[in-house]
């Protein structure tokens, strides 16, 4: 897997499947539709990589949602993810099977263990894109965001095999599951010495609601600035985020005045964050911020200025106070909420 | 080392300060010259990471990087923080290095100095923003990682760290030597002390290596090196959004909003 490595020899396409506590990521899910694509415009096939313990009913899922076959390596040294044991089982079965192309989930674990095998097998690893294309001379053209979201840029890997990239969470759709699809099953085994579990997994506290996967996994976020004037203002967001069922985020004035944790902050120097919906109550809209929030599907502003520059974003603005604005958006919602039940029951 | 406590070498990265970043039209690569750069932010969170090891169990804190000359004001800065002594890598050959050969060089920066039992490097840099040179680190000179870690337990003979995934925190413990990447905001790093300075003004604490010091080839690192290239880049246009103003009585704007917003299939 060198510079001279014959690209025709190599052929297919794979998908690291990553199994969690009994179930695949929704990443790998998501994974399988735009490798599906990538396989058929390679007119190829799309093979699964699936390393764990007990997970065989997982491939039978992987087959139902695009795959044609899955590579399964079970091993009971493989049931919790650590880097080395899990990078060899991939090294080992591309360098038997030489595949064209390998996509990883960007999540913490896929890019932990993409970095470490684009070392170890020596070849190209675009990060975290979020569109594939096979470019006009077959070449897999991996495409990610740049230079803060400003560009897109194109990554080849013209020479190297597999060309190896990273795919954004939530960004491809889980595809159509088709019930009885055909596909195999390959068992390989890969030797995991003792000396390869140098990392031993100790601890692990599940998440209950900590504000960094709040942000990070939001599909709501309501935000607050210092138009917020008191901490203890934060109670009328995390009212609205409640009703929403979103999570609660602050400009970088809000943080800087103590209001709020570091952790809750949104911009530049914060979380970039890219919600369904992403509401701003009391932030004027620094470059700054907006950098963190931009690319939100859609956006409301609440502020007393009309002339605040978050209103140049927004797809929906109301000029106001947001101390009566934003409880009245809770109450409403829940209202509605409340009326709503009943004829769902009723069905 | 355990004996004198524990040596850490911490890799940074200078980079283009977050609202400068400016793409050459005709290069597609980022434009380095003549922009304010700074530390890449979460690279002194790793920095603060290995000062604090050494504050709690002795030993020392060495601080690498690999760039131009004009990188040494990020060691400066570093050294400033802290950090004992300072390595440049520094040669044209590095000029337009993908994550494989920038893994690959700082790996044999590190084999150089030797004597460590921890590297840290910051989770990613935010120019290019791949966290791929840490665990390429750690597979290049085949050693444990611990990546997107919000802090560390030095045991002597290994090390505990922990690690934010996203449906929870995992504590991982490895042997020494291990690679370390540390989550951005994961501490709050020091400032530049004035001893710091008045340290780095003296001079004499850094040491500049070429590729051939190290023993890199020229065919490993560079363009050369690179399996990747970036064939093209697109200006992203956000798409103008059409803002729809409410206003008035509250009860009212926020109804008409709400209904509004239903319309447009944004809520239930």
Redesign the interface.
């Known amino acids: 897997m060198t510079?001279t490595a014959d690209p025709s020899a190599y052929k297919g396409v794979w998908v690291f499947l990553e199994a969690?506590?009994g179930a695949l990521r929704d990443v790998s899910f998501q994974l399988l539709s735009v490798a599906r694509k990538i396989a058929d415009l390679r007119k190829t096939e799309l093979s699964g990589v699936l390393p764990g313990w007990k997970v065989e009913p997982l491939a039978r899922e992987a087959i139902e949602h695009g795959a044609d076959r899955v590579y399964l390596v079970e091993d009971p040294k493989l049931e919790t993810y650590?880097?080395?044991p899990f990078?060899k089982v991939m090294a080992a079965l591309a360098r038997k099977h030489k595949p064209e192309i390998i996509l990883f989930g960007a999540?913490?674990?896929g890019?932990?263990?993409?970095?470490?095998?684009?070392?170890?097998i020596?070849?190209?690893?675009?990060?975290?894109c979020v569109k594939f294309e096979i470019?006009e001379d077959g070449n897999f053209?991996a495409i990610r965001?740049?230079?803060?979201?400003?560009?897109?840029?194109?990554?080849?890997?013209?020479?190297?095999r597999p060309q190896m990239a990273s795919a954004r969470r939530n960004v491809f759709r889980v595809p159509d599951r088709q019930p009885g699809r055909r596909g195999e099953v390959v068992r390989e085994a890969v030797a995991i010495a003792d000396a390869d579990l140098?990392?031993?997994?100790?601890?692990?506290?599940?998440?209950?609601g900590?504000q960094?996967?709040r942000l990070?996994?939001a599909r709501i976020v309501v935000a607050g600035g210092f138009g917020m004037r008191d901490p203890k203002n934060f109670r009328l967001l995390e009212g609205l985020a409640d009703a929403?069922g979103g999570a609660v985020a602050a400009s970088r004035k809000a943080v800087d005045a103590g209001w709020v944790p570091?952790?809750y902050q949104v911009g530049?120097?914060?979380k970039t964050v890219r919600p369904?919906?992403y509401i701003a109550a009391g932030i004027s809209g620094a470059?700054?911020h907006l950098?963190g929030m931009?690319?939100s599907a859609?956006?409301?502003v609440v502020n007393s200025d009309?002339k605040a520059p978050m209103?140049?974003?927004?797809?929906?603005?109301?000029?106001?106070?947001l101390f009566?604005?934003v409880p009245?958006?809770t109450r409403?919602?829940k209202a509605?909420k409340a009326r709503?039940v009943p004829s769902v029951a009723a069905k | 080392m355990a004996a004198k406590g524990p040596r850490s070498i911490v890799c940074i990265k200078q980079v283009p300060k977050?609202?400068e970043?400016q793409?050459d039209p005709v290069t597609?690569t980022?434009k380095r010259v003549g922009v304010p750069s700074e530390i890449n932010?979460p690279d002194r969170n790793a920095l603060e990471m290995a000062l604090q090891v050494r504050d709690k169990h002795g030993g020392e804190v060495l601080v690498v990087t690999m760039g131009p000359p004009v990188f040494t004001q990020a060691l400066d800065e570093a050294l400033a923080m802290g950090c004992d002594r300072a390595f440049l890598l520094t040669d044209r050959l590095l000029g337009g290095s993908?994550?494989?050969p920038t893994?690959?060089a700082l790996s044999e920066v590190i084999r150089k100095i030797g004597g460590y039992d921890l590297v840290f490097c910051g989770e990613e840099t935010?120019?290019?923003?791949?966290?791929?040179?840490?665990?390429?680190?750690?597979?290049?000179l085949d050693h444990?990682?611990?990546?997107?870690c919000s802090g560390v337990e030095f045991l002597g003979d290994r090390v505990?760290g922990k690690?934010?995934?996203?449906?929870?925190?995992?504590?991982?413990?490895?042997?020494l030597p291990c690679v370390v990447t540390v989550n951005f905001?994961a501490n709050k790093p020091r400032p530049p002390s004035l001893t710091g300075k008045i340290r780095v003004k003296r001079g004499g604490l850094t040491t500049t290596w070429s590729c051939a010091d190290v023993g890199l080839a020229a065919e490993k690192v560079g363009l050369k090196g690179?399996?990747?290239?970036?064939?093209?880049?697109?200006?992203?246009r956000?798409p103008e959004?059409?803002?729809?103003?409410?206003?008035?009585h509250?009860?009212e704007?926020?109804?008409q909003?709400?209904a509004?917003?239903r319309t447009?299939g944004?809520?239930?």
């Open positions: 510079a969690r506590r650590t880097s080395r990078t999540s913490k674990n890019r932990d263990l993409g970095g470490r095998l684009h070392a170890v020596e070849t190209g690893l675009a990060a975290d470019d053209d965001p740049a230079y803060g979201g400003k560009s897109l840029a194109h990554i080849l890997c013209k020479q190297h140098d990392a031993k997994v100790v601890r692990f506290e599940e998440r209950s900590h960094e996967h990070d996994d929403l570091k952790d530049q120097t914060g369904e919906l470059v700054q950098a931009q690319e859609k956006i409301v009309p209103f140049e974003i927004a797809d929906y603005g109301v000029v106001g106070d009566e604005v009245e958006m409403q919602l509605s709503a | 977050a609202q970043l793409v597609h980022l932010p993908d994550t494989v893994a690959h935010t120019d290019s923003s791949t966290g791929h040179v840490g665990p390429g680190i750690a597979g290049h444990a990682q611990i990546t997107y505990r690690r934010v995934v996203e449906d929870g925190f995992e504590t991982w413990e490895c042997p905001l690179s399996p990747t290239i970036v064939s093209k880049v697109e200006t992203v956000l959004r059409k803002t729809k103003v409410f206003r008035g509250a009860a704007a926020v109804s909003l709400l509004a917003m447009d944004v809520i239930e």
